[in-house]
């Protein structure tokens, strides 16, 4: 499988009244053609900045993107998405890469019909004259199991509940059959039944049209049972990547094995103990110069505190950056 | 640096102790960072400065009439002189120092006029929004009505039925300001009746008086201070407006309303009669709003500084 | 699981709200939030209560607490009826029982400094003041982990879990023998969920609080909770214990509930076989009659459709709401239904 997204130390700082925000201390991964890229962290962890960051979505002011590429190959050929103008940017978005938000109440418009707002992205990218975005918006409609969609076509937001209007956003995302669709909490606000329908959507989606997909949660749980390989993130760094099995079996990030640790597990026993994590995340409004999680680690040792651990390759695809060998419970050579 | 292994798990807080120092050192930079602000305070500042020193800014009694020098023109232009700095009106009187003396006028009207018109205001908010029901509906209707008058129209007729005096003028204004309080009052005690915080407090066991008190009127104060100072810029005004009509303080009194009037029919011979006083007029309440303006950005990120 | 005898007993609660028709229509439609709701609380127990949107959990917790008054029903906190209660009878008992809310950034004044808000019940209720206050709010501070010094402090100088150990050591305070927590993490981030459980766990052995502890997910329900209630459109479908609700759920709606969690293990949920429900829960101003789950339940049947389940005990300690239930697992929707994970 070939890639399609290189992101290379991408760095992305906010100037705001209380200082400057360092969200993204320089941030590298890829994606491949097809694969479901899992992006974990908390608030704060800079997960949503990057992706927003790639696609030209930050708000600027207050935010600027101070380094980094993103490569990405596309059916148009390779391009920095970073160093695109906004008219190239537009045509990229929904094109080519498309989008589900958290929250279908704010990401629609609500005065559209959700008709209007399918078509929208059908004409500006494919071409479709009106009566061509129609007729294939309502086929969009049933394929994300929107049920009468001729009729639900010319229906506005407000008439549909949650879980309808994160199908409706889904279809919007994948009208243009995009390469990419990046999803940013698209199941968080939603309930736990309506959650493993909309995942059971995408996975057949994704199944269907070979989309790559990123997902970016807090959750877990949902991770793993839908991701190829996992992003963590911490402090606007990524800390751990691996391939789902071993990131869940072999954390060697002393956070993800904190994340996993303080999880309640359904299938556990409940006298297990949760073990929290303690202290709070950064703040990021001061440049470290040490790990960003030394303040609440268990390993912490003096270099921690004086260098930036690298992302060190412990496995074919697993990455941790971490001065310490969870595994070997050592310190690391390098 | 040591980790700080300290026996609590959260010590490291979100900002710095609220102490003394720490909250004039944020006020202080707030200021900086909005220059108008800056401005504003400054010009309330002067204000307030000349009311309160006016006999030591100025020899000349505002009131003393000098027919052998009247009608003099600013120091600056030709028959001027700089004895009379700004001038004099029409009966000898030195202009600067009648500006200087009107700014107590001015200030004190107006200034008590906002405090009567925000207590009355906000008590009728406080129990039309808290009590609610039927209370909220007998109270509102006649503030919504004044509101909906055209307002100079109304204080111009009250002030024709109650007369000449800085008495009138204060009520007036106290009276007919307070439904823009009392609206603003009942609109944030509706608000923040419906709050967690308020929730709590009857989870807890909180009794009316106690919430009203404790804990909606404390909210309140930040939006009402806002308010309170945009009032007395308009105050500032509404008193320059009637003393132009003749509805004002009684003649005798130096204010920039009056001062307007009395240079009336020289707009165009004698031009720095009614412009100085129009400037300081405009200075004063420019000042006042500036100063409003950057009040209501203190109080509002501040609620909000809540970090997630 | 404790049993050291029942100090809340809950009868058939009902809140209802007027669905508001406009200025000038007579709308007897209501909202059934919680419409008959049954379930008894030990000391030192805590109870889950779990659902999704609508299902009227919060609204339940509410009722008892008689922060919102109830329809109908009763709540008998050891043998007092709360709904009897008159207002300055109601105000003197909450010093036994209090809520923590959810949302750490709105439930505590933010003019108050720390202290003021821990003091606030001891101060309503008369039981402390002066330096004996001042020292029993520093403990209160130590007791849910925080630095007795940040009294003075005030809320927006605190992060989220921080504010949620605020509002733990004010509702405890008065010592009361029950705790309503509405859903305390779900503002939380994940590495500060487990901070504030674990406390929430050991301040109830240290004290022999009870708990009703509502939320909706699932996982942590199950993980603090001794017994577990599910809810559905103001019905509570199962109670059971925590143990049995996950490996034999018997009521239909809780099978696919339990079914659709996603569990942190990639090999686990690679083999799952999830009961994907069809369609969306109804409104609960317009539920549907006899048993409301039935449009959406694959094994429903013509009695469904008529009569309400009662809630009845099936095997020891494991009561559900359905026609189908019994101990031979005739409610259990059989594996052909399911859907595999692939």
Not at chain 1, 15 to 27: H, K, R, S
Not at chain 2, 78 to 93: A, M, S
Not at chain 3, 139 to 147: A, K, R, S
Request: overall charge neutral.
């Amino acid at each position: 499988m070939s890639e399609i997204l290189q992101v290379k130390d991408l760095i992305t700082r906010f100037y705001t009244v209380d200082g400057i925000v360092y969200a993204l201390n320089g941030v590298s991964f890829e994606l491949s053609e097809g694969e479901t890229l899992a992006i974990v962290g908390e608030s704060g962890s800079g997960k949503s900045v990057s992706m927003m960051s790639i696609v030209g979505l930050i708000p600027s002011p207050p935010g600027r993107i101070e380094g980094g590429q993103a490569l990405f190959h596309g059916s148009q050929g390779t391009s920095d998405l970073l160093r695109l103008s906004t008219k190239e940017l537009n045509d990229v978005r929904g094109g080519q890469i498309g989008f589900v938000f958290q929250d279908p109440q704010t990401s629609l418009n609500p005065v559209l019909t959700i008709g209007r707002q399918i078509a929208e992205t059908l004409t500006r990218h494919l071409g479709l004259n009106g009566k061509q975005a129609r007729a294939r918006g309502v086929e969009l409609l049933a394929e994300v199991g929107i049920p009468d969609p001729h009729l639900r076509y010319d229906n506005y937001p407000f008439e549909f509940s949650g879980g309808m209007r994160q199908r409706v956003m889904i279809a919007i995302a994948v009208a243009c059959r995009p390469q990419i669709v990046i999803a940013d909490e698209p199941t968080t606000a939603l309930d736990v039944t309506i959650q493993a329908q909309v995942v059971d959507l995408f996975k057949r989606l994704q199944d269907k049209l070979g989309i790559a997909v990123i997902w970016i949660t807090h959750d877990l749980g949902v991770v793993a049972g839908l991701a190829d390989r996992v992003l963590v993130y911490y402090g606007g760094r990524v800390v751990e990547t691996a391939k789902v099995d071993d990131l869940y079996e072999h954390p060697l990030h002393p956070y993800t094995l904190g994340l996993l640790k303080a999880l309640p597990r359904l299938d556990m026993h409940e006298s297990r103990r949760l073990v929290s994590i303690e202290g709070t995340p950064p703040d990021l409004l001061t440049p470290l110069q040490q790990c960003p999680f030394a303040w609440r680690c268990n390993h912490v040792f003096e270099r921690c505190w004086h260098e930036i651990p690298p992302l060190y390759q412990v496995g074919v695809v697993h990455q941790s950056a971490c001065f310490y060998d969870l595994e070997k419970e050592e310190i690391r050579d390098a | 640096m040591d980790k700080a292994l300290s026996i609590r798990p959260d010590d490291n807080l979100l900002s710095k102790e609220r102490t003394l120092k720490n909250q004039l050192g944020y006020i202080g930079g707030l200021l900086w960072r909005d220059r108008s602000g800056v401005i504003g305070m400054l010009i309330f500042l002067s204000v307030v400065f000349a009311a309160l020193f006016a006999p030591f800014i100025t020899k000349y009694d505002p009131l003393a009439v000098d027919f052998e020098h009247s009608k003099l023109p600013p120091a600056w232009q030709q028959g001027g002189n700089f004895e009379h700095l700004l001038g004099t009106d029409d009966l000898g009187r030195d202009m600067f120092s009648r500006i200087i003396y009107s700014a107590r006028v001015s200030l004190f009207v107006s200034f008590i006029g906002a405090l009567i018109a925000s207590i009355l205001g906000v008590g009728l908010g406080l129990i039309a929004g808290y009590v609610g029901g039927r209370m909220d509906a007998i109270i509102m209707a006649p503030v919504n009505l004044v509101l909906s008058l055209p307002y100079l129209l109304f204080v111009v007729f009250i002030a024709t039925v109650l007369g000449r005096s800085l008495l009138n003028v204060i009520l007036i204004f106290g009276i007919t300001n307070s439904p823009i309080f009392a609206r603003l009052t009942r609109g944030e005690v509706l608000r923040i009746r419906e709050s967690a915080y308020v929730e709590s407090a009857v989870s807890a066991g909180a009794r009316f008086w106690r919430i009203l008190l404790i804990h909606i009127l404390p909210n309140l104060i930040g939006p009402l201070i806002t308010l309170a100072t945009f009032q007395v810029s308009a105050m500032i005004f509404y008193e320059a407006g009637l003393g132009f009509i003749g509805l004002s303080v009684p003649p005798s009194v130096p204010s920039w309303g009056n001062m307007l009037a009395d240079g009336r029919s020289y707009l165009s011979s004698y031009p720095w009669l009614t412009t100085f006083p129009g400037l300081a007029i405009v200075y004063t309440s420019l000042g006042m709003n500036l100063l409003g303006d950057w009040l209501r950005d203190v109080f509002d990120p501040k609620l909000r500084r809540s970090r997630r | 699981m404790p049993d050291n005898g029942t100090l809340l007993r809950v009868v058939e609660l009902k809140k209802y709200f007027p669905v508001r028709g406009g200025l000038f229509s007579h709308s007897d439609r209501m909202v059934k939030a919680v419409d008959g709701v049954s379930f008894d609380i030990q000391r030192g127990e805590t109870l889950g209560l779990v659902g999704e949107s609508g299902c009227g959990k919060t609204t339940t917790g509410r009722a008892i607490l008689q922060l919102q008054k109830p329809t109908s029903g009763q709540v008998y906190l050891d043998d007092v009826e709360l709904t009897k209660l008159d207002k300055e009878s109601l105000r003197r008992l909450r010093t036994r029982m209090q809520i923590v809310f959810q949302d750490p950034y709105a439930s505590l004044n933010p003019r108050h400094s720390v202290e003021t808000i821990i003091a606030e019940p001891l101060v309503i209720h008369n039981i402390l003041s002066g330096p004996a206050l001042h020292r029993r709010v520093g403990e209160l501070l130590e007791m849910v982990g925080l630095n007795p010094a940040y009294g003075r402090r005030f809320p927006h100088e605190f992060s989220g879990g921080q504010r949620q150990r605020i509002m733990i050591a004010r509702a405890l305070s008065v010592k009361p023998d029950f705790l309503v927590c509405d859903e305390p993490i779900s503002a939380l981030d994940v590495s500060i969920q487990a901070q504030v459980v674990n406390l929430l766990q050991s301040l109830q052995e240290q004290l022999g609080v009870a708990y009703l502890f509502v939320a909706h997910d699932l996982s942590m329900v199950k993980h603090i909770s001794h017994r577990v209630a599910v809810m559905y459109l103001g019905h509570c479908m199962e109670l059971t214990d925590r143990r049995s609700i996950f490996n034999n759920p018997l009521h239909p709606y809780a099978q696919s509930l339990i079914s659709a969690v996603p569990i942190a293990n990639p090999k686990l949920e690679r083999k799952r076989q999830r009961l994907i429900l069809k369609g969306e829960p109804p409104s609960p101003a317009n539920p549907p009659l006899g048993c409301v789950f039935h449009p959406r339940c694959l094994l429903m049947k013509d009695v469904c459709r008529v009569e309400i389940p009662k809630l009845r005990e099936v095997k020891p300690g494991h009561f559900v709401a359905c026609h189908l239930a019994d101990a031979e697992g005739h409610s259990k929707i059989p594996t052909s239904e399911l859907s595999n994970n692939e």
